[in-house]
């Protein structure tokens, strides 16, 4: 009998020991199983101010960034936050699409260290503070060509007197430095030297403008977007640089020296932040009305037409036609709405065409029609086009 029971104890302890390793190679089986599906294959990165993505690709830095989402210390209350969009009202907000084997997620950043997740509203403090995403956010940073929507207030701080800058052309991409010399409501600058002020010169045809143009203004590590004007005025002091006075740099709500903010500036500056149609979003028909006018008026006939309501074909190619014509473009007194739902506004406006022709002060109906899409009001074409043809007419 002590025999037959050592061996059962014996054979006991083998099939016990047998289970335990079984359970074990299970258990780790199943993790690496586990970790195999959820393990990131691929992660999409972009931002409010870069309309395109950047593909990290890369199996050393997925595999960091799959070991600090692990180990982030995880905050948030799902039931009071789902769904909130936390990226900052500068547009310097992140997107960052993680696909695994076996799903998606989404989360938005303002910094790479703090980012949340909408989905279930958790938020994730990575540990390395966000060092896994620096190269990709400076990479999507770079490629962007639009500059941060920061207000005239947070940019007085920044760009202050003295200080030099980098303005770079949003339609040419050609840059320049300038010095801050003054400007309490926006930036008197001046270009810092004769090269530069060729540049600023080429930039605008080769002759000074008035003309409101969108660009990027660089300045210890910041891109903030701005509207230029391109005509020497006033004083200046900085000697040998070809340019006799200073120009004004406008940014988000700064203001003339009359204390106005003025539009054609503002719509630039939104331009130059890539938010000009999330600033028309809500906006009535006489507010897209008059950004339409003042498109054109800075001869920016491009982000006018996007405003435009034409039939394609035949008529988008007049309308190409009509803008190609216009030489100069000024907008005096917009009376108030009238026709079937106030969608029909009387214009006074003055213009000039590249043949030599001269209209002032004309009346011009413009009607608004409703529309999906981006904007809620478009201009019909058809108002547009009309405007050449009267003129065409009384020098007939």
């Known amino acids: 009998m002590r025999v037959i029971g050592f061996r059962t104890g014996r054979s006991g302890k083998k099939m016990f020991l047998i289970i335990v390793v079984f359970c074990l190679f299970i258990f780790f089986l199943g993790r690496g199983v586990h970790n195999w599906i959820s393990q990131i294959i691929s992660a999409e990165l972009s931002s409010a101010s870069f309309k395109g993505k950047i593909t990290i690709s890369d199996d050393n830095t997925l595999a960091e960034l799959d070991r600090q989402?692990?180990?982030?210390?995880?905050?948030?209350?799902?039931?009071?936050?789902?769904?909130?969009?936390?990226?900052?009202r500068t547009g310097k907000g992140y997107q960052l699409v993680v696909k695994r084997r076996n799903g998606t997620q989404t989360f938005l950043f303002e910094k790479p260290g703090d980012i949340y997740e909408p989905e279930t509203g958790r938020r994730y403090l990575l540990r390395d503070r966000g060092a896994c995403l620096e190269a990709a956010v400076n990479e999507v940073d770079g490629k962007s060509p639009y500059g941060e929507f920061l207000t005239w207030t947070e940019v007085n701080g920044i760009f202050r007197k003295f200080d030099k800058a980098r303005v770079t052309d949003l339609e040419t991409g050609e840059s320049f430095v300038v010095q801050?010399?003054?400007?309490?409501?926006?930036?008197?600058?001046?270009?810092?030297?004769?090269?530069?002020?060729?540049?600023?010169?080429?930039?605008?045809?080769?002759?000074?403008?008035?003309?409101?143009?969108?660009?990027?203004?660089?300045?210890?590590?910041?891109?903030?977007?701005?509207?230029?004007?391109?005509?020497?005025?006033g004083a200046g002091a900085i000697?040998?640089?070809?340019?006799?006075?200073?120009?004004?740099i406008h940014f988000r709500d700064s203001k003339l020296h009359n204390n106005k903010?003025?539009?054609a500036h503002?719509?630039?500056?939104?331009?130059?932040?890539?938010?000009?149609?999330?600033?028309?979003?809500?906006?009535?028909?006489?507010?897209?009305?008059?950004?339409?006018?003042?498109?054109?008026?800075?001869?920016?006939?491009?982000?006018?037409?996007?405003?435009?309501?034409?039939?394609t074909g035949a008529r988008e190619r007049e309308l190409d036609t009509v803008f190609s014509r216009i030489s100069w473009f000024a907008v005096g007194e917009v009376s108030e709405p009238s026709g079937e739902n106030g969608t029909v506004f009387t214009v006074k406006a003055s213009y000039g065409l590249k043949d030599g022709t001269q209209v002032?002060?004309?009346?011009?109906?413009?009607?608004?029609?409703?529309?999906?899409?981006?904007?809620?009001?478009?201009?019909?074409?058809?108002?547009?086009?009309?405007?050449?043809r009267e003129a065409e007419t009384d020098n007939g």
């Open 180 to 233: 801050r010399r003054a400007g309490s409501q926006h930036a008197d600058v001046q270009p810092l030297t004769a090269e530069d002020s060729g540049i600023m010169k080429k930039i605008y045809g080769g002759a000074w403008s008035w003309r409101r143009r969108a660009v990027v203004v660089t300045i210890r590590g910041y891109k903030i977007a701005a509207s230029m004007n391109g005509m020497p005025h």
């Open 261 to 263: 903010v003025n539009l």
């Open 360 to 388: 002032k002060n004309r009346e011009i109906k413009y009607q608004l029609v409703k529309v999906s899409g981006p904007f809620p009001w478009q201009v019909r074409g058809t108002s547009v086009t009309e405007m050449l």
């Open 239 to 248: 000697g040998g640089n070809d340019f006799n006075g200073h120009f004004c």
């Open 69 to 88: 989402i692990a180990k982030a210390v995880i905050t948030g209350d799902p039931g009071q936050v789902k769904g909130k969009d936390n990226r900052d």
């Open 266 to 311: 503002q719509v630039m500056v939104w331009k130059a932040a890539g938010r000009f149609d999330e600033m028309l979003a809500g906006a009535g028909a006489g507010q897209v009305l008059r950004v339409m006018l003042t498109a054109v008026e800075q001869a920016d006939y491009n982000l006018g037409k996007r405003l435009v309501k034409y039939e």
